[in-house]
């Protein structure tokens, strides 16, 4: 009997998880802002009204879309001619946002339908509104909706702004641009991600469902992709009819018992709970009613986000009724990295010719392929959301949210393989996608194709916040902490340890982009009552999704236990990106032996091996292994000392001040990995030797000058300066690896730290050197690397 009773509570709850709507309710600000008069100085003539803008279209967030403005009681787009970031400006600050981080043009946001209102809008940018800019006046373009203009705005709303001013949907409620999946079964709504579930649309102040008749297994892939997922899995229909059914008999059943109950109550407070549990039971099946939005959806399965597919909406005062149906169901099959299951996860496999590199967040970064055991890029000629998706896909990923141009995620090195790739959609690799090959006029590093990946929400950003910054993007860290009664509190990290590898991770966590600073104090920043140390020891690779994933102590155990020696941050949407030139390494390598009375100094920044200590000086000499270092910034963000220039160190001896203790590693390795000799580099005079062009110098070491290297310029250190060099003096003959790295400490925050390392086969005959084969660290596949690492300077005969 109590078996059977806990199988009707299951079944009876299992309805109401299928059927019964989520309701969120919106709450919008009041219209406080003023109408504003303002002369007109340019065409069009501003409205009377203050202009209505809105920002449409998918994918995108709340705070970027294809820009729309009501006017003549009519919405209508902006063609992208002559639009600039000035005229974005105007806009996002019409929308109540600080600034523009960025336009798009060509739709990227989809195309808008209706009129085209303004076309060559120049912006000065002091507007108030963007009917005050210059253009050809209202109505009058020469456009169609394929050259509809966007913005993206930064996420920062102005101070005191009170009318929002944006419009997250449509007016026309037929739009659908957020989608979700609500799980059943109980088990289910505790886990993250949610694989399975009743798919539901945004709808209203609330969230509706999709009647499954036609439902097909495309509409669940483009579902899946969306939320996150590579792949989709088939739904056990059945099982949710049979508790569809067997729910709705139990409602039934409990509300005749629930009438008799009433008639027939011992006790007034039992008549009570009847009463209010029939009402909970109408109130439910009222609910059921103008539930369905949804009733036909038609993908191919190439679309990359559900609005793109063709859809029947209900009509107009239509009972909203499924005849026949139920509310759509899906299950997904998620990527290795979001999969619980480690059995399942070692049959999940993903591409092992593609990665992406860059990027600040997971599922996003510059798109690379391997070619001949050599990682190479994609040019962004032509690039668009199905490629993107695509390459999304077979790396485990969901459906594009962004085609990224331009290098968004950096600039990559090496070959640039692939151009003009036109893929539709299916395709299990960007390997089978028509593309061009490259010629060397095609494209450069600049035109670097990126993607940004719709990923599972995993909840992760609820456990984290930062307290007492000046902007979201710095403070203290604080974790989220369950004690053993079930009760929630926040506690502090210990600040002993913690550095820009940690650092990364608690900024990916946070969704803000690349870690600048990771601080060991944070007195400065005392504004929360949190005094509870919960984490110390955190030790991350720099690759976790979470502290949580991270080593910490089982205890905790910080000798500096108050809250001031608590761990911090600062985030940052950019960063830079260092690489060496390595052919140049090659080219001017060569062997001095070099007279001990003329290296004092490098003996006093300890440039020599230890074995120069028990030379006779100044007698002698020590034979140098020198080479020159062109290190260019690839990155979207100056690399500047992580110290002050009131910290740096002033060095007597060469005259010059240390911005950075080491800059740069030497190491000369065998086979085997060890090190037979070393050497480092300080980084005295950090500056932009020279630029690309269009790209000015910023960073000048005369004079006591701002040190630095500004994106697209680079710092040669030359090989016949002090300590540009590894003292080889008791390296005997034989095949070597000579290995460079840059920023070896990661003191200062990059994009990508994988290509700091650079490689070269050596063969010296205790005489002569010579360099062949240098790359950069990851430039090849990790077999190339294992056969070049373990028989150095074998892997090309023509050593010469």
């Not at 729309?68 to 000035?86: A, N, P, Q, R, V």
């Not at 001013?165 to 109980?186: A, G």
């Not at 993107?388 to 459906?399: D, K, M, T, Y």
């Not at 994933?549 to 761990?567: E, I, L, R, Y």
Request: aromatic share 8%.
């Amino acid at each position: 009997m109590e078996k059977s009773r806990r199988g009707q509570q299951l079944a009876l709850s299992l309805l109401f998880g299928l059927l019964l709507p989520s309701c969120v309710t919106q709450t919008t600000p009041s219209n406080a802002a003023t109408k504003t008069t303002v002369k007109p100085t340019a065409t069009p003539q501003p409205q009377t009204e203050r202009l209505k803008v809105r920002l449409t279209g998918y994918p995108r967030k709340h705070n970027e879309g294809r820009v729309e403005l009501f006017y003549k009681g009519e919405w209508g787009t902006i063609c992208d001619d002559d639009f600039s970031i000035t005229n974005a400006n105007v806009l996002c600050r019409q929308l109540g946002f600080v600034s523009a981080t960025g336009w798009t043009h060509s739709a990227k946001y989809g195309k808008g339908q209706g009129k085209i209102w303004l076309d060559n809008v120049q912006c000065n940018g002091g507007e108030r509104s963007i009917d005050h800019c210059k253009s050809r006046g209202w109505g009058n373009s020469d456009c169609t909706h394929d050259e509809d203009a966007g913005v993206v705005c930064k996420d920062e709303r102005i101070p005191g702004f009170l009318d929002s001013n944006v419009i997250d949907s449509q007016v026309d409620e037929n739009r659908v641009e957020e989608v979700r999946l609500r799980p059943v079964v109980t088990t289910a709504k505790k886990k993250l991600p949610t694989t399975e579930g009743v798919v539901e649309v945004k709808y209203k102040d609330g969230w509706a469902q999709i009647c499954d008749l036609g439902w097909t297994i495309k509409n669940t892939h483009v579902v899946c992709g969306m939320l996150g997922f590579p792949h989709e899995r088939k739904v056990n229909k059945n099982f949710y009819k049979h508790l569809k059914k067997q729910a709705a008999e139990k409602v039934s059943r409990s509300k005749v018992n629930v009438s008799a109950g009433g008639r027939q109550t011992s006790t007034a407070k039992a008549n009570s709970k009847s009463k209010q549990s029939s009402a909970g039971k109408r109130l439910y099946l009222e609910r059921q009613k103008n539930y369905f939005h949804l009733h036909s959806v038609a993908c191919t399965g190439t679309e990359v986000h559900l609005a793109a597919c063709p859809l029947e909406f209900n009509k107009p005062n239509a009972t909203f009724a499924c005849h026949g149906g139920m509310a759509a169901v899906v299950s997904c099959m998620p990527g290795p990295l979001f999969t619980q299951n480690s059995s399942l996860k070692k049959k999940l496999k993903i591409s092992s010719n593609v990665r992406l590199k860059g990027g600040a967040r997971l599922g996003e970064g510059r798109v690379e392929v391997l070619k001949d055991n050599e990682w190479g890029t994609v040019c962004d000629d032509r690039w668009n959301l199905q490629s993107a998706s695509v390459v999304c896909r077979e790396l485990g990923f969901g459906s594009a949210k962004e085609a990224l141009t331009g290098a968004r995620m950096g600039q990559g090195i090496g070959p640039i393989y692939m151009n003009e790739v036109k893929c539709l959609g299916q395709e299990k690799s960007i390997w089978n996608c028509p593309f061009k090959n490259i010629t060397s006029d095609d494209c450069k590093h600049m035109e670097d194709a990126g993607v940004r990946c719709n990923i599972p929400y995993m909840g992760l950003e609820n456990s984290i916040r930062l307290t007492g910054g000046r902007t979201r993007y710095e403070g203290r860290v604080e974790v989220l902490s369950s004690n053993s009664n079930g009760t929630q509190s926040w506690g502090l990290i210990c600040g002993e340890g913690w550095n820009t590898k940690e650092a990364r991770v608690a900024c990916r966590q946070l969704g803000l982009g690349y870690a600048n600073q990771g601080l060991q104090e944070t007195w400065y920043w005392d504004s929360s009552n949190v005094t509870d140390m919960l984490m110390s020891g955190v030790k991350c690779t720099g690759n976790e999704m979470a502290l949580s994933q991270c080593q910490h102590h089982k205890t905790v155990s910080c000798q500096k236990a108050g809250a001031k020696f608590s761990a911090g941050v600062i985030c940052s949407e950019t960063a830079s990106d260092l690489v060496l030139n390595a052919p140049m390494v090659q080219e001017s390598v060569y062997i001095e032996d070099r007279p001990l009375h003329m290296l004092y100094c490098a003996a006093e920044e300890d440039c020599l091996s230890k074995s120069a200590a028990k030379a006779d000086w100044p007698y002698g000499h020590r034979r140098l292994l020198r080479f020159s270092s062109q290190i260019h910034n690839i990155g979207r963000a100056d690399f500047k000392p992580k110290a002050g220039r009131h910290s740096w160190v002033w060095h007597a001896c060469h005259g010059h001040y240390h911005s950075m203790n080491i800059f740069t590693h030497y190491d000369l390795m065998n086979s085997n990995g060890t090190k037979v000799a070393e050497g480092h580099k300080a980084s005295f005079c950090l500056e932009d030797t020279d630029c690309q062009d269009s790209v000015s110098k910023r960073y000048e070491c005369a004079n006591f000058g701002d040190q630095g290297i500004t994106v697209g310029c680079w710092d040669l250190y030359r090989h016949d300066i002090d300590c540009q060099w590894i003292d080889i003096s008791d390296v005997k003959p034989g095949n070597y690896i000579l290995q460079v790295v840059i920023n070896p400490n990661q003191e200062v925050a990059e994009s990508d730290f994988t290509n700091n390392a650079m490689k070269c086969n050596c063969k010296y005959d205790g005489h002569r050197i010579w360099l062949h084969n240098c790359h950069i660290g990851d430039a090849f596949s990790e077999e190339a690397e294992r056969r070049f690492d373990k028989y150095p300077g074998q892997l090309n005969n023509q050593i010469s």
